[in-house]
């Protein structure tokens, strides 16, 4: 999403618009102008803030975007979208603890709208709230990082480094660079050999919605932040070892081959969808997702709704999360599920000039690639959940 082919530059002579969001381990938000966004950001609660009320997270929420754009925004007049109805009446509050006193006056310098925003339409400010990296806010979560810089003269990784830079031989290592006390590598940070890299592998793998990812992308993750000589073969260590993944990730693999189908020429145009049935129902009634894949740029929509639901609902979802972001598709390819086999779906279609294309009965390989992610996403609901079932 933070692409230049995604992001527009921000034109000042036009209103900007902030939508924020908090959840149980992190705030988000988007800065945007007329619907397209123009930067985001997410940030990560400490074990102190994870224990505010819904309100006070979502209104500490508020704060940081503010504090975050307010280059931006600062001094004209700006659009606050929120999906918290409580905060509507931010302004009119009577009594007020200390904690909210000082963000209030922080809030009165700016000059803004509040505006309602169901959480149904707040998706992308939930999903930056949602997403667990240790960014930002590294020197609050994680616990001894301050002390990495003493432990830089001792360690058999970066001693010498460390040294010969303080020195001045900076030279032989022009790699290097310390900066207010860190060593770091381009712009990587090198953590010196302590416990504190098991506890950040750990974090990026396993923590949150982190998502129990495999041993290559868990590498990528953490090299894409840090390093350390045995980087690689640490991560894959520790992910070796996660009790969890050994017993969500299926370790049985469908041994029948799945089909090809040919590949399309352009994005968004050729679709596959499928239904994940059998989950836990949400405090939405919600207890299946409908699938939806492109064929050429693999990229899925996960849209939940309930194992009743019939053709003309799944209807209103399609139009509702796909059509009405990405167009009309050429072809969607499915099963024979009797809501897609039904008058109405066919019909519909029909009109729209949409070729519906179906799998033989009892042979789900027809559609290899939607099967394929509709195990990996049973994979990270299994190792995600948990016990978490209240976020």
Known sequence: MTKARV????D????????CDASGVGIGGVLSQEGHPVAFFSEKLNSAKQKYSTYDKKFYAIVRAFHYWQYYVFPNEFVLYYDHQALRYLQSQKQLNPRHVK????LQTFTFVIRHRPGVDNKVADALSRVLTVVQSLSITVPGLDRIKFEYSTCPDFGIIFQEILDGHRRDHVDFVIRDGYLFRGSHLC???TSLRDFLVWEMHASGLAGHLGRDKTIALVEDRFYWPSLKRDVARKVSQCRTCHLAKATKQNTSLYTPLPIPHTPLRD???DFVLGLL???RAHDSILVVVDRFSKMAHFISCSKTVDASLVARLFFREIVRLHGLPVTIVSDRDVRFMSYFWKTLW???GTTLKFSSAFHPQTDGQTEVVNRSLGN????VVGDKLSN
């Open 7 to 10: 992001l527009r530059h921000p």
């Open 12 to 19: 000042f002579s036009k209103a900007f618009e902030i939508s």
């Open 103 to 106: 963000w209030f006056e922080f």
């Open 191 to 193: 953590l010196p050999r």
């Open 271 to 273: 679709l596959s969808m």
């Open 281 to 283: 129902e949400t405090v």
């Open 350 to 352: 029909k009109l729209f």
């Open 380 to 383: 990270l609901l299994r190792c």
